[in-house]
């Protein structure tokens, strides 16, 4: 059968940045995010066996460097649903792929969706969230809708290390995430190479690890409350930190572009001059910022 589904990038407030198990994807910590009405990825599959081969087809172009294992992904689903075929993935997002945007998130989140109703397995959320966290980490995240935390778990076999909205769309309509976007070009390391030499090299990954849980009761506190100030100073501090295990990172990552640093100072200057904004920033050099709807325009 050939399905269509959608899902949305999210955007980490509380990062995810180094696995304790590079098979199964399983984080060193847990993150929390927002998934983000604007940026979202449409995918099409068919498992038919008039296919010879698996094709990927991305933004109108055949994929052919698999650096995220989708076919190992297919697998995945082809023996969970005890299938042989081939299938045919066409997918499309309305955003620049590979470019610090989450591309992968809401990929892997279409894709899972989209392979497991055309395979002919039906899951539910939890276990949705499992299997696509298999395909990428963070896509996990962009199962759910809302603000959602993906928990570390404790377990060896991940079966505890799922996402969860904890708090719907409908919570806080006036929070605002507005995407720049300071370079289209691809970063040249992906998050998943990066992050795995971080945890090998960075001596301050251990401050990360210590420092992390109270990230995350500030955000989910923050997120609860609705307080923007609480939400945003934490997320900004947290993003920083990440991006310091990235500079420590031998060879260092810096994914920064002079611009970046310029809106950096921007949202600083206009919060000093009382205008409530706060930054973050993923594995590119794109600057997201965060503020309530009244500011928007203005921002
Ligand atoms: C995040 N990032 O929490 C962090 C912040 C980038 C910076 O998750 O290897 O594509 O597929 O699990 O999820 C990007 O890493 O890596 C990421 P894999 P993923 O959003």
């Keep these: ?128 969230t499992i299997l696509t966290r298999m395909g990428s980490g963070s896509a996990a995240r962009s199962v759910c809708e809302g603000f959602a935390i993906w928990h570390r778990g404790n377990k060896e076999d991940g079966s505890d290390s799922f996402a969860e909205t904890i708090a719907g769309k409908n919570h806080w309509p006036e929070f605002r995430m507005i995407t720049t976007i300071v370079t289209e070009s691809k970063k040249k390391v992906s998050s998943r190479a990066g992050m795995a030499q971080t945890v090998k090299t960075s001596p301050y990954y251990n401050g990360w690890l210590d420092s992390v849980d109270d990230d995350l009761t500030k955000v989910a506190d923050g997120i609860k409350r609705k307080d923007f100030q609480t939400v945003g100073l934490a997320a900004e501090a947290n993003c920083l930190k990440m991006h310091a295990l990235m500079l420590t990172t031998k060879p260092a990552i810096i994914y920064w572009h002079p611009a970046t640093v310029e809106i950096i100072r921007a949202v600083t200057q206009w919060r000093e001059e009382g205008l409530p904004c706060y930054f973050t920033i993923d594995a590119g050099p794109n600057v997201k910022v965060i503020c309530a709807s009244m500011n928007e325009k203005e921002i």
């Design 1 to 128: 059968m050939k399905v269509t589904a959608s899902a949305n990038a999210n955007i980490a407030l509380v990062k995810y940045w180094g696995k304790r198990n590079e098979q199964l994807i399983l984080p060193q910590n847990s993150s929390i995010s927002m998934t983000c009405d604007g940026l979202r990825t449409v995918t099409t599959v068919e498992f038919s066996d008039n296919y010879k081969k698996d094709t990927v087809v991305i933004n109108d172009e055949e994929l052919k460097k698999d650096e995220k294992n989708i076919i190992g992904h297919l697998d995945r689903i082809r023996k969970l649903a005890r299938i042989k075929s081939k299938a045919r993935i066409v997918s499309e997002t309305n955003f620049p792929v590979a470019a610090g945007l989450a591309s992968s998130a809401s990929g892997l989140a279409a894709l899972t969706l989209a392979a497991t109703r055309s395979a002919g397995i039906t899951m539910d959320e939890k276990e949705l």
